[in-house]
Every structure is written in structure tokens, then in C-alpha cells.
């Protein structure tokens, strides 16, 4: 299920317009992910306030969406492009990968939720699958 | 059995309260078949699915949609009995339908954006977020339930 050119394209102009709020996703994505699956608290030990929209939140939020940018800018190969969030993923942080898709689904949830005529069915499977492979790309250096 | 909480059950009955089967039934169901292609597999007779325009216009992409939406009214009327609600349901998609049960979980991914995207930040919160996808996962591992 690899990205078609009309994905890339569908990716990219639609990423052109919803990028000046990214970290307004990012925040909002992250908030939901550690509410409507708690597990997901288990990685982030670290912090005070875990609450939707507290300030660690917000902080990390925007890491994760600048990723996810990135990954726009490399759409065109994204092994290569994200080797090196693949190693910090891999050795440092150590991710369980099931939960890639479980953020990816909460910041589908929150496009939509922001941009609901924008987020037709047919970008709508062009950044599922474009979140998959970035999952996937992050998965690189697992094992 | 499923315990509910007074938020979630205020959540959940908000929420398909102010829904409209007829609008986010068909909806949901166009998003499935154009966002996991392969689902299409059940629809042999629901004639041109080629498009995701043509799955939009399609009338019996739309009816179906507003029939299992609609069967969602079960769970909602049978909050802490779902898993005998569904059971007939159940052998159904099973015996007759032969759906793969990893469908249920899919739909009710897609049922989940469109209420999003229809209900808006200040609705569809985490907490209510929370809530509808539990309620969904019941709803999914009760028709599944049946399976053998």
C-alpha cells in the first residue's frame, strides 16, 4: 500500500493548508490519544500534568507534528528520511510501535474535527496511508 | 460485564441524541468503502463504487449506511446488555454475511471521524471521545462475539 503520486500530491497541498496549525494538532492529537487510551500515559511518567491541553502537552505536541512535517519534506523516501528518529524511537525512547497507529488515528480524528469539509474521504486515505508509512519508516530500526 | 460511568453514559446519549442517522449513516459507510478499498468486497450488487464521487452519489451506499447506523439504536436502548442484544446480529454477519469481523473495528473507526468532524471541538471532546469509542468497541466485540 505505497504511496501513488495522486497521494503525494493530495498530501502536500493539503498539509500547505493545515500547517500553520500544526501545533494546535499536534496538542489537541496527543491530549485525546492520552485520555481515550490511557496506557499511553505509561511513556510519559516524567511529566506533572498529563491533562489535556498542560503544558508538556502542548511542548510535545509540537515536537511530534514538526516529525510529521519533516516527513511531508521527505515524502519521497521516508526510510532514509527518518533514520534518525527510526534510532531514537528504536534504542532511546522504545516505543511499543502498536502505538503509531494510535496517535496516527487521533490526529486523523482531530483533522477532522478541524477541517471538516477540507477532510474529504479521499484525503482522508491519503493521510492514513501516509501516516502508516511513516509508522513504518519509524519502525525501521526496531529489529 | 461493561461498566459505565455517568459521564460516559451522559456522553453517549448526548451524542446519538442530536445525530442523524440519515446524514452520518451514509457518510460513514462512503468513507469505509473509499478509504479501505477492499470492503468493497461485500457490495457486489450496489452497482458503481469506482468513484469515490460515485460512492457519495450511490443511493444504496447511502440506504445501507442509514440501516447499520440505525443498528447502533440497540446498544443505545441496551447500554448494559449489548453482548445478548447483538447476539443474533452477530451469527448473522457470521453465517450469512460472512464479514470479517476486523470490519467492525474499521467502520467503526470512520463512524468516529464523521461524528468528529459533525460535532466540532467543543462537543467531541477527549472525554466524549472517550466515551463513543468505548461504546463503539463494545458494539464491535458484541457482533463479533458469535464467530466460531
Known amino acids: 500500500m505505497s504511496l501513488t503520486a495522486k497521494n503525494k500530491d493530495t498530501i502536500r497541498t493539503f498539509w500547505a493548508k493545515v500547517s500553520s496549525n500544526a501545533e494546535a494538532i499536534g496538542a489537541d492529537a496527543l491530549s485525546r490519544m492520552l485520555v481515550v487510551y490511557p496506557q499511553t500515559k505509561t511513556y510519559f511518567s516524567h511529566w506533572k500534568d498529563l491533562s489535556p491541553g498542560s503544558a508538556p502537552v502542548k511542548k510535545h505536541g509540537a515536537t511530534v507534528m514538526a516529525g510529521v512535517a519533516d516527513a511531508v519534506a521527505k515524502i519521497d523516501n521516508l526510510t532514509s528520511g527518518l533514520l534518525n528518529l527510526s534510532e531514537l524511537h528504536a534504542f532511546t525512547l522504545r516505543v511499543d510501535p502498536a502505538n503509531f497507529k494510535i496517535l496516527s488515528h487521533n490526529i486523523l480524528v482531530v483533522l477532522a474535527i478541524m477541517f471538516p469539509s477540507d477532510f474529504t474521504p479521499e484525503v482522508h486515505v491519503a493521510m492514513d496511508k501516509f501516516l502508516s508509512a511513516v509508522a513504518l519508516a519509524l519502525s525501521e530500526k526496531y529489529r | ?148
Open chain 2, 1 to 148: 460485564m461493561v461498566e459505565w460511568t455517568d459521564d460516559e453514559r451522559n456522553a453517549i446519549s448526548t451524542l446519538w441524541s442530536n445525530l442523524d442517522v440519515a446524514e452520518i449513516g451514509p457518510q460513514a459507510l462512503s468513507r469505509l468503502l473509499v478509504v479501505f478499498p477492499w470492503t468493497q468486497r461485500h457490495f457486489p450488487t450496489f452497482g458503481d463504487l469506482s468513484t469515490p464521487a460515485a460512492i457519495a452519489a450511490n443511493p444504496k451506499v447511502a440506504q445501507h449506511g442509514k440501516t447499520v447506523m440505525g443498528g447502533l439504536e440497540t446498544a443505545v436502548k441496551n447500554l448494559d446488555n449489548i453482548k445478548n442484544a447483538y447476539a443474533k446480529l452477530s451469527t448473522m454477519h457470521s453465517e450469512k454475511l460472512h464479514v470479517d469481523p476486523d470490519n467492525f473495528r474499521t467502520l467503526a473507526e470512520c463512524i468516529s471521524v464523521v461524528v468528529a468532524a459533525k460535532f466540532g471541538p467543543s462537543v467531541f471532546t477527549p472525554g466524549f471521545q472517550e466515551a463513543w469509542q468505548k461504546f463503539l468497541a463494545v458494539v464491535v466485540s458484541a457482533l463479533g462475539r458469535q464467530y466460531h
